[in-house]
């Protein structure tokens, strides 16, 4: 199947120059497989990677899924790479395992969000099952194809071999990051807005 799809023409994306509309020179149509486009559900991703994309039209995404094109966020392969000794007794490691203490339960309410919860969510945010540590440093490493984009962050959440899951942060951890790393770890799906 032949479908309509974007193709920007983008110059080199650097952190020194974030916003994206510095780096589009122009946009084209042109016709591409089904399979060869991605429907964009996360716009960091599509700064990152130039990629084929889905007419940016709410109505136009189930069709263009329902024809075989992909969703960005599903296709890009996402890893953290902790830098530096992991401590779980610092005052910032304590003050946030208490924050997500006190509000886990409303994180996990079914009457806070619409999106999907994975199974028995309120146990993975249980102080039996998740630890925090201040470390020094977190990049993250998106790839999609044989492209791969580095960048720092500031708190992530992965899974640990003694516990189910761990969330490491930096010194100067920004909300927005853990947000993203609590959220990542109790939707099925967790989005920006999330």
Do not use: W
Not at 8 to 37: C, G, N, W
Not at 101 to 108: A, F, K, Q, T, W
């Amino acid at each position: 199947t032949t479908l309509a799809c974007i193709l920007y023409t983008v110059k080199p994306f650097t952190e020194e120059t974030p916003d994206y509309s510095a780096h589009v020179d122009k946009q084209t149509f042109h016709l591409a497989k089904a399979e060869d486009i991605y429907i964009v559900d996360n716009a960091n991703y599509a700064r990152m990677f130039p990629v084929n994309r889905a007419p940016p039209e709410t109505d136009l995404e189930g069709f263009y899924f329902k024809l075989g094109s992909r969703y960005i966020s599903e296709s890009v392969e996402r890893r953290f790479e902790v830098v530096g000794k992991a401590s779980p007794s610092s005052d910032l490691a304590l003050a946030f395992k208490e924050r997500v203490r006190e509000r886990g339960p409303l994180l996990v309410s079914p009457n806070v969000t619409t999106r999907p919860l994975v199974p028995n969510a309120a146990s993975v945010l249980d102080d039996r099952r998740l630890d925090f540590f201040e470390v020094t440093n977190i990049l993250v490493v998106y790839s999609l194809g044989k492209i791969s984009r580095r960048n720092r962050t500031t708190c992530c959440s992965r899974p640990t071999a003694s516990r189910s899951n761990a969330i490491y942060m930096t010194s100067d951890f920004d909300m927005f990051d853990a947000g993203q790393a609590a959220g990542g770890l109790i939707f099925m799906r967790c989005q920006l807005e999330d």
